[in-house]
């Protein structure tokens, strides 16, 4: 701009254009310890001269106001005259921001009067700005009744000022817990009760974890009260959340919280919450019995939403099973978000079985479900209580009800949600859940591309372990839309950045950072094998041997290796891959995997001959399978048609017969028809019978046989041998 205005010295535009880069560049260059104030200095002068060449220039006039009251504080009267210019600009943000200078410049000046009438005035400019936004509405007014309450506290000493404010300001509450203490000891100076409640409540729920004095003395003059047997529904509910919160603190008996809690149910027989937090005391102390019927008891006459949580924890871990929940206690969005955390994280790992896993999923959805609800009416239709309701909770919410909701598989209703979440206070874990949520609507192209703007965000706040999930997500929704080209470009740019990172990484991680590296890398290995199976076998063993050169711990380099060996039945190279695989990858292999290694390994052990290792494989089989595939025992009846196969080599007549007689089952309980498979193994088990002494059985299931297939020569020659056997005791 320099030599520009040594052409044009009375450009507004380029004076104000230079004035502005000054200003930034004092506010990015300023070291607080040397409290160097030039470069501001220059900027006001700057301003200055605009306001010299056009007196009237209002965003002159409001930095040069800035830079005066909150920078340098150098000549504040001027200051004060801009801004009184200022509060009647026709923009509407011109004026609040001059209004706002000015209040600072009056309460530097010790001139409460002119702040709090400017704090009137723009209580009542926001109230006419904002009618249909309760959530900006209540943000600004909460902190402008906090600076109103403080002023009279700190300031005027007006207690009747401070408890008048205090009212008027309860449906903008703010979380500053230090004021709320404030009002609360000077309410129980003046004997005022509901008040002191009401600020108690608000000073020990937003309080720190570590109290300080003041919070102590709170307390204390509770407690006092309470010996005297003066305390109102609020006053006893702050006692209880302090005692609760700050027990080590305070010192208090391990069960002195249940018995103020029982003490206090004979006074409010049908109040929650001495039910609550006695419950809760139990529950934490692990006496989930004692605590179920106070739990129960509080949610049956109000209740809270981390009392459902627990309530549904101890009922489950006392009787097995879920309880009815007839109703759900009213409590604020961000109260049902902090149980769903606590359902999801504390109880479900402690009382999770496959036969509660879908109802403990509905659960877990619902806690959430409450709480967007309730963030939303708030939010977006301006309705419930303002409380704590704020706007990164609500963000978080979204993450997790969307995440929730895809488990499930509502995939429309779950992008919906994380679109809301992201648009509120972005951060890559929505923009990760969300694009899970479009791949699983198939919407792969709008996947890629919230999936892009997520791997752009910096290591600061996102890992490369985490990075290289969502740049595998990206590489398979590439190749799944048959852009094989595409998918070779990002498979060979992310296996470069993988291997680029491991060299110069490698010797500082841990070794579960390695494993999770590994673990993230495995969809882009699964999409390097779908490439690579288009090819010879060979060329994918040639690839994949290549991976092993340049990180011999990738387990699924080991695990792709493998398949490839069993497709060419190098069975010896088969076995090698599938133990070091498991050798590298340890207790952490899924159960799909798990069945592919058992049956490889097992079937390359039977086609070398190695039938008792073949059996310790196929054995491993079937748990897995019966997992992976609840609903189908194709492969489990090809499981115990091996393994009988097995046993019957190596004449272990005792185990042929129970695994075949297993395989059997497996084609009646489905109604299979007969094939060669179930011709064989009923031999088998046949031959199993007879070996093992039960002849007569042995001769019903070849009769069974020749039933189904009259002429086979085996079934008949062992019918003939063995009747007469059966019958050789006439023979003299």
């Known amino acids: 701009m320099n030599p520009f205005l040594l052409v044009n010295p009375d450009s507004i535009e380029g004076l104000l254009l230079k004035a502005r880069c000054e200003y930034q560049l004092a506010s990015q260059t300023f ?6 104030m030039s470069l501001y200095t220059t900027a006001y002068h700057s301003f200055e001269y605009v306001l010299k060449l056009q007196p009237t220039h209002e965003e002159a006039m409001l930095y040069a106001a800035y830079i005066n009251i909150f920078v340098t504080q150098d000549n504040l009267p001027e200051a004060q005259v801009y801004c009184d210019i200022l509060a009647f ?19 530097i000046l010790g001139n409460m009067e002119f702040v709090l009438e400017d704090i009137d005035l723009m209580i009542a400019h926001y109230k006419a700005l904002y009618p249909n936004n309760r959530s900006i509405l209540d943000k600004e007014l909460s902190l402008l009744y906090l600076e109103k309450t403080n002023i009279y506290l700190w300031h005027k000493e007006d207690a009747l000022q401070v408890f008048q404010t205090f009212r008027e300001g309860k449906a903008y509450p703010h979380q500053n817990y230090l004021t709320h203490n404030a009002v609360a000891l000077l309410a129980l100076d003046y004997q005022r009760l509901e008040l002191a409640g009401e600020a108690a409540f608000m000073a020990f729920t937003y309080s720190d974890e570590q109290p300080n004095q003041e919070l102590i003395d709170l307390y204390h003059r509770i407690n006092d009260l309470s010996a005297k047997s003066k305390l109102n529904k609020l006053l006893v509910y702050s006692l209880i959340l302090a005692l609760r ?15 103020l809690s029982l003490s206090y149910m004979k006074v409010y027989p049908d109040w929650d919450i001495p039910y609550h937090f006695a419950g809760t005391f139990l529950f934490d102390e692990k006496k989930y019995a004692e605590a179920l019927p106070y739990l129960k008891k509080s949610l049956e006459i109000g209740g809270l939403a981390r009392g459902l949580r627990r309530y549904v924890d101890a009922n489950c871990r006392v009787t ?7 109703s759900l206690p009213a409590d604020s969005p961000e109260a049902y978000y902090a149980a769903g955390c606590d359902f999801y994280y504390e109880s479900i790992p402690n009382i999770w079985t496959e036969e509660l896993s879908e109802e403990l999923q509905e659960i877990k959805v619902k806690f959430y479900e409450v709480s967007y609800q309730g963030f939303y009416e708030y939010f977006y239709n301006n309705t419930g209580e303002s409380l704590a309701n704020e706007i ?9 009800y969307g995440i929730a909701l895809s488990e499930i598989g509502a995939y429309e209703k779950a992008a919906e949600v994380h679109a809301i979440g992201y648009s509120l206070s972005p951060f890559w874990e929505q923009l990760n859940s969300w694009g899970t949520a479009l791949k699983g609507l198939e919407k792969y192209e709008e996947a890629i591309e919230i999936y892009q703007v997520a791997a752009n965000y910096s ?12 740049k595998a997500e990206i590489l398979d929704m590439t190749y799944k839309l048959g852009r094989n080209e595409k998918t070779y470009e990002i498979l060979d740019a992310i296996t470069e950045e993988y291997d680029s990172f491991l060299e110069i990484n490698k010797k500082e991680l841990t070794e579960a950072q390695l ?21 010879s076998p060979e060329d994918a063993i040639k690839a994949w041997q290549n991976e092993l050169v340049k990180n011999p711990d990738d387990n699924s ?8 060996y069993y497709i060419i039945k190098d069975y010896s190279q088969c076995i090698a891959c599938a133990d070091n695989y498991q050798s590298v990858k340890k207790e952490a292999i899924q159960d799909t995997s798990r069945c592919k290694i058992h049956y490889m390994r097992g079937l390359s052990h039977m086609n070398l001959g190695n039938y008792e290792k073949a059996i310790e494989d196929l054995k491993a089989l079937i748990a897995p399978l019966k997992i992976v595939y609840p609903d189908n025992e194709y492969e489990l009846s090809r499981a115990y048609l091996h393994l009988t196969d097995c046993y019957f080599i190596l004449n272990k007549w005792d185990n042929c017969n129970d695994v075949a007689y297993q395989a059997i089952l497996c084609y009646i309980r489905n109604g299979w028809a007969w094939d060669d498979e179930l011709l064989k193994v009923k031999l088998q088990y046949a031959d199993a019978l007879h070996a093992t002494g039960s002849k007569g059985e042995a001769l019903e299931n070849i009769k069974n046989i020749l039933e189904a297939y009259p002429a086979n020569e085996e079934a008949l020659k062992r019918k003939k041998e063995w009747k007469k056997g059966l019958f050789s005791f006439f023979k003299s």
């Open 320 to 326: 097995g099973q879920l309880p009815d929940i007839e």
């Open 245 to 259: 919160r700050f027990s080590e603190h305070l010192k208090a008996d391990s069960i002195e919280i249940l018995s």
């Open 515 to 535: 494993f999770e590296l590994s673990e993230q890398y495995i969809i882009i290995q699964n999409v390097r094998h779908d490439l690579l199976s288009k090819g």
């Open 557 to 564: 380099a080991w695990f792709m290796l493998m398949q490839e």
């Open 392 to 400: 990164h909770t609500f963000a978080m919410c979204c993450n997790n």
């Open 89 to 107: 600009s026709e923009n509407e943000d011109t004026r609040l921001k001059a209004i706002g200078y000015r209040r600072q410049v009056n309460f």
């Open 459 to 470: 290591s600061d706040y996102l890992s490369f372990s985490d990075y290289l999930r969502i």
């Open 31 to 36: 070291d607080p310890d040397l409290n160097d």
